[in-house]
């Protein structure tokens, strides 16, 4: 047995120069003289990952021979971000760190910049999945993250001349990556295809092709809590690297086919798209990573044992399924349960429903993922056999509830065409979660109303949250300093709701007067970031106003640009005095899914709109608007401190919980938005006063659809949005020509689905009053002020608690 020791003790400046120092000799080869910031980079890595070590083990220990049940979270994203800082925060080691690189002639900043940063997610959901693991190693809950180490992220986005997106592959791997550690002998079988056939009375598997699912491990360093989770990646190799027959026909192309085919699996992140794909690859990575992971589950819990009591495997972990996307894990389970280790149906429904849950990320019924029977028949025979089986028994079950005929008809999970994931989720787990009050609830009124009805116990709410490590400590250390001053404490970076010792200070102009230096100061930095990375020149006398998030109709990008276009004729026309200008610069920041062809049009108008707008004389000085390209979570830690003005204006009932507008609440911005997903709680914490509220609700948005809703009506009443659309009809942001968004001018005049021109006045109007208020720098800051003392129920350590006390059911290791 090897002795299970505590985290290693801190180490001085020196001694961590000295580490930095031998991993640049042993591993990166190099000498201190030779080393440059990347080589220090991986060095420091390295050093800060060896620190680690003792804390994961023994983790990983007590995670196993202890009586706490662990967590499973199971997400196709984990959009992580650079993992330097964070670990070096996390290790207690960031002064050291500092210390030494000086000593070692480097600028820490350098060294942390060196990273590249992974982009294994699309946005929200796969950042979410980031925050939690964060939480949970700081909470001290015993946890794995499981997913998919794809080859390439999330692509790049960069504009044409024409302010086109264009995509380029994000092949994150190009550069030495110190934090994953690929671990061969860990690996498990997935296999895909063949035929069910019956043996001795029992249905056999035989699968046509199968792959190598090799676990690349990342440590989760928790804050201060001397744990540290393990988020384990699956990368897909094949089993055949070479076919040696068809290799020594010299057929050489053929002969590296089947690898080829083998790890496309993990080659590429799927950029979300606005129509459903329905693709056989991504139901491959699906599969793939489900399956690694359940058989690793059981490695883990059940070492060395080949017939073990799998009755106790709810108690030992519960798996969280991140939407849609890992839910053949609940089929797989039961192939396994039933095919692998002989269970019986029932005892092993019994053990499935116990172990998996479901959150929900959307409202919108097409986004729920369905697949065609026939591909999962294809790929998966035993699988679309066991839904079968799933769905026989949901019907009968419904029956016996008397739940009538059409009402189970529209509630099947398994129609005979297709199998539709959302509602084998809600069947096949013990519970399912919304991502933000509003949107539970709707869940349950609209998009799952009738499994509500069936199952009312089965549905819960847990709001979003944040870490307030990365978003708070890292993206913003003035602010940090700052809230750690007033409060005479840094214990709120573990305890965030301790903010609120923050509001008597918001009467305290001397500390008004200090918040509004820091956000000062965090504008001067950002002004000389962007000339850095996009040789952008910013006048930082200006109010910081920004929009940042996957590009969609819903979340009404497009409301943004038409009142800046509004604003820009109003200047040119002088419609208003010179005096009366708020100067403003607003930033948006937006991938469009490469598929999505409004979406992709929206962001050529808007970088057509800055073209124009920042090169035209008449508003200099009190106009600018810049799309910055390629959005990350880099981008996030430096735009959202500087920010002043957040826009989370998407149509009431829509955007399902938001988390950036999180993030901008705890770093003093304050919010312009609708009623709608975490902006609800946000005004009700933060205060109605401290909001900018507009819009229609959810009932009025269901009642003008209800009535037939016009949008040219809309064009026609107000003269501001008239113009502002006429703009963009007439070639103001094309060079005169008039064809160049006629799709997007057609679609707001006769479809508008997201009845962007039926908020445009309320949104427009609202401005005025964020003017006047900006005008009284004191009163601003106070209220933003009280943004970030308000915000302390937005860390997903609280959405963790929450998840812990109405799902999981289980806690901290002792
Ligand atoms: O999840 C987002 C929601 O829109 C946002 O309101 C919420 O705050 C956040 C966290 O709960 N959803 C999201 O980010 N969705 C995706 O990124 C996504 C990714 C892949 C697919 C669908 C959606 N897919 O179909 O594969």
Not at 108 to 120: N, R, S, V
Request: proline content about 4%; hydrophobic content about 40%.
């Amino acid at each position: 047995m090897t002795e299970i020791t505590a985290p290693k003790s801190p180490v001085t400046a020196d001694q961590f120069a000295d580490e930095i120092r031998e991993q640049l000799k042993y591993t990166q080869n190099v000498t201190p003289e030779q080393a440059t910031a990347a080589d220090v980079y991986v060095a420091a890595s390295k050093a800060v990952r060896n620190h680690l070590a003792d804390a994961w083990f023994k983790t990983q220990a007590d995670t196993v021979n202890g009586n706490t049940k662990a967590v499973g979270y199971f997400s196709a994203e984990f959009l992580m971000g650079k993992q330097l800082e964070n670990a070096l925060l996390n290790a207690g080691l960031t002064d050291q760190f500092d210390s030494a690189v000086e000593a070692l002639g480097f600028q820490p900043k350098d060294i942390i910049d060196a990273e590249y940063e992974p982009g294994l997610g699309n946005g929200g959901l796969g950042r979410l999945a980031a925050c939690f693991i964060d939480s949970l190693a700081s909470l001290g809950v015993p946890a794995f993250g499981y997913g998919i180490q794809y080859k390439y992220g999330i692509f790049k986005q960069t504009f044409d001349e024409n302010g086109k997106q264009v995509e380029t592959p994000d092949y994150w791997l190009n550069n030495e990556e110190p934090w994953g550690h690929i671990d061969y002998n860990r690996d498990q079988k997935v296999s895909f295809g063949g035929e069910v056939v019956e043996e001795n009375g029992k249905k056999v598997w035989k699968p046509a092709w199968s792959v190598r699912a090799v676990p690349v491990d990342y440590l989760v360093p928790g804050y201060k809590s001397q744990r540290v989770n393990t988020l384990r990646l699956w990368t897909a190799k094949s089993y055949d690297e070479f076919d040696l027959l068809a290799f020594n026909r010299s057929e050489y192309m053929d002969a590296v086919k089947p690898q080829v085919k083998a790890e496309n699996i993990s080659k590429i992140l799927y950029p979300e798209d606005s129509t459903k794909v329905g693709k056989e690859l991504r139901l491959e990575q699906q599969y793939f990573f489900v399956s690694a992971s359940l058989h690793d589950a059981i490695r883990v819990f059940y070492p060395g044992q080949d017939k073990p009591d799998l009755t106790t495997f709810p108690n030992k972990i519960t798996f969280q399924l991140n939407d849609t996307h890992p839910v053949i894990g609940i089929p797989e389970l039961m192939r396994i349960l039933i095919d692998e280790y002989d269970y019986d149906w029932d005892t092993a429904w019994d053990i499935t429903v116990k172990t998996f849950n479901y959150t929900c990320h959307t409202l919108l019924p097409e986004a729920l993922e369905v697949w065609p029977a026939s591909l999962i028949g294809e790929l998966l025979p035993r699988h679309l056999e066991i839904i079968e089986k799933i769905n026989e028994q949901f019907e009968d079950e419904l029956k016996g509830k008397g739940v009538a005929d059409e009402t189970i008809e529209r509630m099947r999970i398994y129609t005979g065409d297709s199998v539709r994931m959302a509602y084998l989720a809600t069947y096949g787990g013990s519970h399912v979660n919304g991502v933000a009050a509003l949107h539970s609830q709707l869940l349950k009124d609209m998009t799952l109303k009738d499994f509500s009805d069936v199952y009312p116990a089965k549905f819960t709410n847990v709001t979003n949250g944040v870490t307030p490590r990365r978003f708070v400590k890292l993206a913003n250390p003035g602010l940090s300093d700052l809230i750690t001053e007033g409060l005479g404490t840094d214990k709120w970076l573990s305890d965030l709701e301790l903010l609120e010792g923050l509001a008597p200070l918001a009467k305290d102009d001397e500390f008004v007067k200090k918040f509004a230096a820091v956000k000062a100061a965090n504008k001067h930095a950002f002004v000389g970031f962007a000339k850095d990375h996009y040789g952008l020149d910013i006048d930082e006398n200006t109010m910081f106003n920004t929009m940042v998030k996957r590009l969609h109709e819903y979340k009404r990008q497009s409301l943004k640009i038409l009142a800046v276009i509004s604003k820009y004729a109003a200047i040119k026309n002088g419609t208003v005095s010179a005096d009366d200008i708020l100067p403003r610069t607003v930033f948006f920041g937006a991938k469009a899914a490469p598929g999505y062809y409004l979406a992709k049009m929206t962001i050529q108008l808007i970088n057509n709109v800055s073209k124009v707008v920042n090169n035209d004389p008449d508003v200099k000085g009190k106009l600018a608007v810049h799309m910055l390209p390629n959005y990350n979570i880099e981008m996030a830690q430096n735009l959202i401190p500087a920010t002043e003005l957040d826009e989370q204006i998407s149509q009431a009932g829509k955007e399902a919980s938001g988390t950036g507008n999180m993030k901008f609440a705890l770093n003093g911005a304050l919010t312009v938005g609708t009623l709608d997903g975490a902006n609800v709680e946000i005004r009700e914490r933060v205060g109605a006063e401290n909001f900018f509220l507009f819009g229609m609700t959810v009932d009025e948005v269901e009642k003008l659809y209800a009535d037939g809703y016009d949008p040219a009506k809309y064009y026609e009443a107000d003269p501001r949005l008239k113009q502002a659309i006429d703009l963009v009809a007439n070639g103001t942001f094309s060079n005169g020509d008039r064809n160049a968004y006629a799709p997007l001018v057609a679609d707001w005049l006769t479809k508008d689905w997201f009845m962007t021109l039926a908020d445009f006045s309320a949104y427009a109007d609202i401005q005025a009053e964020i003017e006047k208020l900006y005008r009284d720098p004191l009163e601003w800051n106070r209220k933003a002020l009280l943004n970030v003392a308000n915000s302390g129920f937005f860390s997903s350590d609280r959405s963790i608690e929450d998840y812990l006390e109405r799902i999981w059911h289980t806690g901290p290791l002792a």
